[in-house]
């Protein structure tokens, strides 16, 4: 791999407001480091234009090691850029050629509105969580590990369901802009685990509940969104939604 | 930030109002429909025994249960076609509505094929053919002079009605084409369907998967060796 400088073109989605009309703008980025994270290469640009005192381009970050699910943009055409299960932040420029024209947008969908640039309010996701995503348990102490004993394939795939990061990447992918994947990721996570086996019920209906009045679209089984995920959050997590909604909407229990 | 004071809504009104349950009654609609077209295309393979065959097969069908079997079979028919449409206009909308800005540079999509992409307009095309498809076949309305031929026992001639309008090729190329359009449909629609009713998880899933484009093809070859088999005077009278 070479060290060589490269150059990229960029075609950024800038939009002053959440009303304000928006519009792909170009820029050249000269001197990017094949090493650099496509952040750090949109940190530079940012301080270029700092430089030139026009405004930086706004983008959502935090962790950026891969696990907070902040960084939330469409790289090409896709969530998180071109590489399978990884996060933009941890997507470097060596996953590019010098030359290349990369363009960038904000995930694009009514429960997502944009705050400025490449940033949009994802709060929808935290509603959602809200109305059920959660055990209501008196934690106390922490338990004694193994003191509650779980099968190793439901704890596995609790932990493989319990791996989504909210980072919205479902949503953006998917041509009708639906939740079902993060929602699934949730109700699968919790209901494979004693401690959310309580809330099992209620808590899918009103999950759904409050993703249908978020106004994010239905599942249509495109899988765009799996294909998407950072995480890799298995199809099989919209099954597990559809299967436990429909049991639950006929069930007497609370 | 507090959790949304509204609860949800529990049974079937519950179940009605939310967008998985309008899914669940396309899926248990499309369950009927598809299973009426399997055994149409099964019943139909009766051209290949001959015009006895065929004929007494239809004059049975519409005789039974003094024809309450057809006419109730086609109520319920008609009810799902209802159900289906008005579902899928209500969840198209929607998920139209949920991106009401599209991306200004395109959408790279990675796994989703051509089917399930173009749901709505082989629906619609569909739709247009069954339209067309009764007048044809079961009114009579298109090529009259096709349709009302009796056969030797004074029964309705269906055999010959059937061989003889695919005898005209462009007649064959709408039955041909709606097929294709069918086909594509299926293939992604089964395999959704076992997806929304929630059964297409776990050691089920792979062979699932496989379902809609089996059933799919499956339909296609039947329906499409009818009209080939006519042009090519395999079958003829």
């Known amino acids: ?254 | 930030m507090s959790a949304p004071k509204k609860t949800a809504k529990r049974g079937l009104a519950g179940l009605m109002d939310s967008t998985i349950g309008a899914k669940i009654l396309m899926a248990l609609t499309g369950f009927v429909l598809v299973g009426f077209v399997v055994q149409h295309m099964v019943m139909n393979l009766q051209l290949y025994a001959g015009p006895e065959a065929l004929n007494s097969y239809a004059h049975n069908l519409k005789h039974m249960m003094g024809g309450g079997f057809v006419w109730g079979g086609r109520a319920f028919l008609l009810a799902c076609i209802a159900i289906h449409i008005q579902m899928a206009m209500k969840l198209t909308n929607r998920n139209r509505d949920a991106r009401p800005q599209r991306y200004a540079a395109g959408q790279r999509t990675q796994v989703t094929s051509y089917a399930a992409q173009f749901m709505a307009l082989t629906g619609v095309v569909i739709l247009l053919f069954v339209i067309y498809h009764l007048l044809h076949f079961t009114g009579g309305v298109v090529q009259p002079d096709n349709f009302h031929v009796l056969d030797a026992e004074g029964r309705h001639d269906v055999w010959r009605m059937v061989v003889t309008s695919f005898k005209d090729p462009a007649t064959s190329i709408a039955y041909i084409v709606a097929n294709i359009a069918l086909a594509f449909h299926l293939s992604h629609s089964v395999t959704s369907m076992f997806a929304t009713l929630g059964l297409q998880s776990g050691r089920y899933r792979p062979i699932l998967a496989k379902v809609g484009p089996a059933i799919a093809a499956f339909v296609l070859l039947g329906n499409l060796s009818f009209p080939i088999s006519v042009l090519a005077g395999l079958v003829h009278i």
């Open chain 1, 1 to 254: 791999m070479s060290d060589e400088k490269m150059k990229i073109t960029l075609h950024v989605w800038r939009q002053k407001g959440p009303s304000a009309p928006g519009e792909l703008k170009t820029y050249k980025v000269d001197n990017v480091n094949p090493h650099m994270s496509f952040l750090e290469m949109l940190d530079v640009l940012n301080e270029e234009l700092l430089q030139k005192n026009e405004d930086p381009i706004a983008f959502d970050h935090d962790c950026r090691e891969g696990i907070c699910g902040m960084c939330s943009m469409v790289v090409n055409g896709r969530p998180h850029g071109p590489r399978k299960a990884t996060t933009t932040c941890q997507l470097h420029m060596r996953s590019f050629k010098s030359g290349d024209e990369i363009y960038i947008e904000p995930w694009r969908a009514k429960a997502f509105p944009i705050i400025k640039d490449l940033m949009v309010d994802r709060s929808a996701f935290d509603r959602i969580i809200a109305s059920g995503g959660y055990v209501a348990v008196h934690t106390g102490g922490a338990p004694d590990a193994n003191a509650l004993p779980i099968g190793k394939k439901d704890a596995d795939e609790a932990f493989d369901y319990a791996a989504c990061i909210g980072c919205g990447a479902c949503v953006a992918a998917c041509p009708n802009a639906s939740a079902m994947l993060f929602v699934g990721a949730k109700v699968a996570h919790l209901g494979k685990l004693p401690q959310g086996e309580v809330e099992r019920r209620s808590r899918v209906l009103n999950m759904v509940h409050t993703m249908d009045t978020e106004g994010f679209g239905a599942c249509t089984n495109h899988g765009e969104c799996s294909a998407s995920c950072p995480k890799e959050i298995p199809l099989e997590a919209i099954m597990t939604l559809n299967r436990d909604y429909a049991r639950a909407s006929f069930s007497g229990d609370e």
